[in-house]
């Protein structure tokens, strides 16, 4: 089945100039368009593409805003005319990068590598949509100042609660995102993700070691050499799980 993609521009000549140019490639079927943020935004969460090729520089808000607010990042393609923002683009780790006017081979190039990336990933193409949680292998965007990247859920260890920002853990970075605690749970695979206290949720898959702790609770070490104390209501839950 085609890969559903949708493109998101501010531009009719530049979306209609891609979707001719998309022609050519089977494998990519655009189901939509979009001509600003919030459309983008709005279209991304009713049809769960699989892709986007999205504008950088549109009138309001830009790109990167669009990534910050979508809840299940799709695959990226940038596209815009500026290319002083190619290092950003690959800073947040984007599929590919192509500098309008777009040429027909830079084009092939990035659906190639699409298509590596996917084979990699063993995705099931069926273009139905996840209203489930989110897996590992999902990307979440994470922005702090000027700094941007896409993460897989698998690659984060922990979440922490700052205010009404959670911390993120993952390599060497903890960007703060704007979401609470409660509202990540909710989305978040229970099988993976556990909430050990009122101010951590840690990925099981980092644990490294478990030791007893004060008043019945548990303390937690993750392999980014984290520590975190699991309460003692929340230890009860976390042996069942474990069956400890």
Not at 96 to 116: N, S, T
Not at 151 to 170: D, H, M, P, Q, T
């Amino acid at each position: 089945m085609p890969i559903k993609a949708i493109i998101i521009d501010d531009e009719r000549l530049a979306r209609n100039e891609l979707k001719k140019l998309l022609q050519n490639h089977n494998d990519i079927e655009v189901i939509e368009e979009a001509a600003n943020v919030d459309e983008g935004i709005e279209k991304i969460e009713m049809y769960q593409p699989e892709l986007i090729f999205l504008d950088i520089q549109m009138p309001g808000k830009t790109g990167f805003d669009l990534l910050e607010q979508v809840e299940k990042t799709p695959k990226v393609i940038f596209t815009t005319a500026y290319d002083e923002y190619a290092i950003k683009a690959f800073e947040v780790n984007a599929l590919d990068y192509l500098l309008k006017p777009i040429e027909p081979k830079r084009l092939a190039d990035a659906v190639a590598k699409l298509q590596d990336e996917l084979f990699k990933e063993k995705l099931g193409l069926n273009g139905q949509p996840n209203r489930g949680p989110l897996t590992e292998n999902d990307q979440v965007f994470v922005k702090d100042g000027e700094r941007c990247w896409f993460v897989k859920l698998g690659e984060i260890r922990l979440f922490e609660s700052v205010g009404n920002y959670a911390k993120v853990y993952f390599g060497n970075n903890k960007p703060l995102i704007l979401k609470s605690l409660n509202a990540l749970e909710d989305r978040l695979d229970d099988k993976m993700f556990f909430r050990a206290n009122r101010k951590h949720i840690i990925n099981l898959r980092w644990i490294e070691k478990i030791e007893p702790y004060f008043n019945g609770g548990l303390l937690i070490d993750l392999k980014g050499g984290e520590k975190v104390e699991v309460s003692r209501r929340q230890t009860v839950k976390f042996k069942e799980m474990m069956s400890l």
